[in-house]
């Protein structure tokens, strides 16, 4: 008797070296879930990936509704990959409104996955429709695939302890199990997580599981399911990987950076999206010396963060755009006092309450100029989930060394976008110098803004060290020994030294680094999360015979000391940026280049087809 199971008979698998899926649905159905876990499970496999998670800012928004839409994007490749892809290959959507919301982003003859038990009525008239869009001819361009994946998720679960309307909320996982089986994923490490997220509700962990398999069984029996896919593993350098985001990568740097100065983190924030994540993170790491407090608002968050830095811990407050506002007068006050402070902004769109949940690079003007008074600091700005551990440590060096706030830029599509991510050797991470101090400096005593002669620094002084009190405010301070003064000299000169001391930090970091062709013409710019669209447009235009050079800054003031030479090697530079224009700003400012931006707040990040098209309409102008 032949054992091999009639329905896998014509089973076919088709290697392809990338795929884009996005999952879509109600914000109660889970996608968030869903993603993460094919992601995951893509991870362990071997892939390189990169995500877009996209969610409404309300809690619970209209159910139904295109304004009440969840999804999440992920692009899983054979090798590096830089964005979350540009269109989606497959969509997953869960009822009318999903559909509605993302039909128009699905690449030609892409496969679309429907829940039809959805598809009743009052949701596709909820949803936008004047008639069913399954049979409005709208769907013809399309590989479409009909699931009833409530009644397979009540099938599923008769025989289970869930009832009633709590049935269906495993419907998530019928949806995860067939896109599994499609792309060739194992299940084993889907079940470990359900497990463990609900090892103390053993009830709703059979039923997702339970769910999970019927999902992946579908697959198997039904014929049009029976071309599957895979896409291997990826070729990344040796070593040891972990998936992360940008959230978590920040809080990782930031607690290395903590250990590599030998000193105790101390964050303190206030709830805010999409920073907070960043607080749930760090609070799990107690083990690391790091104390996190969550204050009763942005202000106290600050205002607690100067105070632990004044006592000798490297000292974070974190938000976002408007949080910032509200911590502009404590920062103000870090910038007077000269102490070291890390203040992470991870933005959003806006203004006031603005766009919660979408990215937006529009407060790069509010980092450099919204504070009160002349007061400069440093701002560097996150590219990607990696990038987000080092520039982390960096930020926390600047602080340290030059003794001055230093803010951190991160933004939505960073900070919750996910990669792999290859751990480094403890041994690779920079040792941290600061500017603590136990010792008298001076033959006249302690002089509390007695500076070092090369980076303009004062010394760190911990309250309590005897001989060395001092006293610290708002109000200017005399050059040297920190006492109250309202000399219009003084002031002057104290207030040329603190912008002395940032604007030589240019000295100290890493030269603007230019890849692509090298006899182009064309240089485009970016900072923060565009960087991965930039690169893969301008590849793209390069394999095409376009020459084109890319850059991107991670210090935005002081920018690279080598930035005018290398701006002035161009005949053209474009700079996308996720705003109006700001970045164009200042190098047309500073450098006298005419340079061409590239712009929109639309609440989406750029795609890499889309900059490809720009920046050659931008060339052929």
Same mark, same amino acid.
């Given at each position: 008797?032949?054992?091999?199971?009639?329905?896998?008979?014509?089973?076919?698998?088709?290697?392809?070296?990338?795929?884009? %899926?996005?999952?879509?649905?109600?914000?109660?159905?889970?996608?968030?879930?869903?993603?993460?876990?094919?992601?995951?499970?893509?991870?362990?496999?071997?892939?390189?990936?990169?995500?877009?998670?996209?969610?409404?800012?309300?809690?619970?928004? +209209?159910?139904?509704?295109?304004?009440?839409?969840?999804?999440?994007?992920?692009?899983?490749?054979?090798?590096? %990959?830089l964005t979350p892809g540009d269109n989606p290959d497959v969509?997953?959507?869960?009822?009318?409104? /999903?559909?509605?919301?993302?039909?128009?982003?699905?690449?030609?003859?892409?496969?679309?996955?429907?829940?039809?038990?959805?598809?009743?009525?009052?949701?596709?008239?909820?949803?936008?429709?004047?008639?069913? +869009?399954?049979?409005?001819?709208?769907?013809?361009?399309?590989?479409?695939?009909?699931?009833?994946?409530?009644?397979?998720?009540?099938?599923?679960?008769?025989? !289970? $302890?869930?009832?009633?309307?709590?049935?269906?909320?495993?419907?998530?996982?019928?949806?995860?199990?067939?896109?599994?089986?499609?792309?060739?994923?194992?299940?084993?490490?889907?079940?470990?997580?359900?497990?463990?997220?609900?090892?103390?509700?053993?009830?709703?962990?059979?039923?997702?599981?339970?769910?999970?398999?019927?999902?992946?069984?579908?697959?198997?029996?039904? $014929?049009?399911?029976?071309?599957?896919?895979?896409?291997?593993?990826?070729?990344?350098?040796?070593?040891?990987?972990?998936?992360?985001?940008?959230?978590?990568?920040?809080?990782?740097?930031?607690?290395?950076?903590?250990?590599?100065?030998?000193?105790?983190? @101390?964050?303190?924030?206030?709830?805010? !999206?999409?920073?907070?994540?960043?607080?749930?993170?760090?609070?799990?790491?107690?083990?690391?010396?790091?104390?996190?407090?969550? /204050?009763?608002?942005?202000?106290?968050?600050?205002?607690?963060?100067?105070?632990?830095?004044?006592?000798?811990?490297?000292?974070?407050?974190?938000?976002?755009?408007?949080?910032?506002?509200?911590?502009?007068?404590? %920062?103000?006050?870090?910038?007077?006092?000269?102490?070291?402070?890390?203040?992470?902004?991870?933005?959003?769109?806006?203004?006031?309450?603005?766009?919660?949940?979408?990215?937006?690079?529009?407060?790069?003007? @509010?980092?450099?100029?919204?504070?009160?008074?002349?007061?400069?600091?440093?701002?560097?700005?996150?590219?990607?989930?990696?990038?987000? @551990?080092?520039?982390?440590?960096?930020?926390?060096?600047?602080?340290?060394?030059?003794?001055?706030?230093?803010?951190?830029?991160?933004?939505?599509y960073v900070a919750t976008g996910s990669e792999p991510w290859?751990?480094?050797?403890?041994?690779?991470?920079?040792?941290?110098?600061?500017?603590? !101090?136990?010792?008298?400096?001076?033959?006249?005593?302690?002089?509390?803004?007695?500076?070092?002669?090369?980076?303009?620094?004062?010394?760190? /002084?911990?309250?309590?060290?005897?001989?060395?009190?001092?006293?610290?405010?708002?109000?200017?301070?005399?050059?040297?020994?920190?006492?109250?003064?309202?000399?219009?000299?003084?002031?002057?000169?104290? !207030?040329?030294?603190?912008?002395?001391?940032?604007?030589?930090?240019?000295?100290?970091?890493?030269?603007?680094?230019?890849?692509?062709?090298?006899?182009?013409?064309?240089?485009?710019?970016?900072?923060?999360?565009?960087?991965?669209?930039?690169?893969?447009?301008?590849?793209?235009?390069?394999?095409?015979?376009?020459?084109?050079?890319?850059?991107?800054?991670?210090?935005?003031?002081?920018?690279?000391?080598?930035?005018?030479?290398?701006?002035?090697?161009?005949?053209?530079? %474009?700079?996308?940026?996720?705003?109006?224009?700001?970045?164009?700003?200042?190098?047309?400012?500073?450098?006298?280049?005419?340079?061409?931006?590239?712009?929109?707040?639309?609440?989406?990040?750029?795609?890499?087809?889309?900059?490809?098209?720009?920046?050659?309409?931008?060339?052929?102008?």
């Amino acid at each position: 008797m032949d054992n091999k199971e009639p329905s896998l008979e014509n089973k076919t698998v088709e290697s392809i070296p990338a795929v884009t %899926i996005r999952f879509a649905g109600d914000s109660g159905d889970g996608m968030q879930l869903v993603g993460t876990r094919f992601t995951d499970t893509s991870a362990l496999f071997g892939n390189d990936l990169a995500t877009l998670p996209s969610f409404p800012a309300e809690i619970r928004a +209209p159910q139904g509704t295109i304004a009440g839409v969840s999804s999440f994007q992920v692009q899983i490749a054979d090798f590096d %990959i830089l964005t979350p892809g540009d269109n989606p290959d497959v969509l997953v959507a869960m009822n009318p409104a /999903a559909l509605k919301a993302h039909l128009d982003d699905l690449a030609p003859n892409g496969m679309l996955i429907l829940n039809e038990d959805a598809f009743e009525e009052k949701n596709i008239q909820k949803a936008g429709y004047k008639t069913d +869009p399954r049979t409005s001819g709208e769907l013809d361009a399309y590989r479409v695939f009909q699931v009833p994946m409530e009644k397979l998720t009540k099938e599923a679960l008769e025989d !289970t $302890e869930i009832t009633g309307r709590a049935v269906l909320r495993s419907k998530n996982m019928i949806a995860l199990g067939l896109i599994s089986w499609v792309f060739n994923r194992p299940l084993e490490d889907t079940e470990n997580w359900i497990n463990d997220k609900f090892k103390k509700l053993p009830e709703v962990a059979d039923a997702n599981i339970k769910a999970l398999k019927v999902g992946y069984n579908f697959g198997i029996t039904v $014929e049009a399911f029976h071309h599957t896919y895979v896409v291997d593993k990826a070729k990344l350098p040796e070593g040891e990987y972990t998936n992360i985001n940008g959230n978590i990568g920040l809080s990782w740097g930031l607690i290395a950076g903590a250990r590599q100065a030998g000193l105790e983190l @101390f964050y303190a924030s206030y709830p805010i !999206t999409p920073a907070s994540d960043i607080l749930h993170e760090l609070s799990k790491h107690k083990n690391f010396d790091t104390i996190t407090f969550q /204050a009763e608002d942005e202000i106290a968050a600050a205002a607690s963060a100067v105070g632990a830095s004044f006592t000798g811990k490297l000292a974070v407050t974190g938000t976002s755009g408007p949080g910032l506002a509200l911590k502009s007068e404590t %920062i103000s006050l870090a910038v007077s006092t000269e102490l070291p402070l890390v203040v992470v902004n991870v933005q959003r769109g806006g203004p006031s309450t603005g766009l919660p949940t979408k990215p937006e690079q529009s407060d790069l003007m @509010f980092a450099l100029y919204g504070r009160h008074g002349e007061s400069p600091l440093p701002v560097l700005a996150v590219r990607s989930p990696s990038h987000a @551990f080092t520039t982390a440590i960096e930020a926390a060096r600047v602080a340290l060394k030059y003794m001055t706030p230093v803010i951190l830029l991160s933004d939505n599509y960073v900070a919750t976008g996910s990669e792999p991510w290859k751990l480094p050797a403890i041994g690779d991470l920079p040792t941290i110098e600061n500017n603590l !101090t136990t010792t008298i400096n001076t033959e006249e005593g302690f002089l509390p803004y007695h500076r070092n002669v090369e980076t303009f620094a004062r010394p760190w /002084a911990v309250p309590g060290t005897p001989g060395l009190e001092h006293r610290i405010g708002g109000l200017e301070k005399e050059e040297g020994t920190g006492n109250v003064s309202y000399e219009s000299a003084n002031h002057q000169y104290m !207030t040329d030294m603190r912008a002395w001391k940032i604007a030589n930090i240019a000295n100290d970091i890493e030269p603007l680094e230019v890849t692509g062709d090298e006899k182009a013409d064309v240089l485009v710019l970016g900072w923060g999360s565009t960087y991965g669209s930039i690169t893969q447009a301008v590849n793209r235009l390069n394999e095409k015979g376009i020459k084109v050079a890319s850059a991107h800054l991670t210090f935005l003031n002081p920018f690279p000391d080598n930035t005018g030479d290398v701006l002035s090697n161009y005949k053209k530079v %474009i700079i996308p940026e996720l705003n109006t224009g700001q970045l164009i700003k200042l190098v047309r400012e500073r450098y006298l280049i005419d340079a061409i931006g590239i712009n929109k707040v639309n609440a989406e990040p750029f795609t890499a087809q889309e900059l490809y098209d720009e920046i050659e309409e931008r060339i052929n102008e």
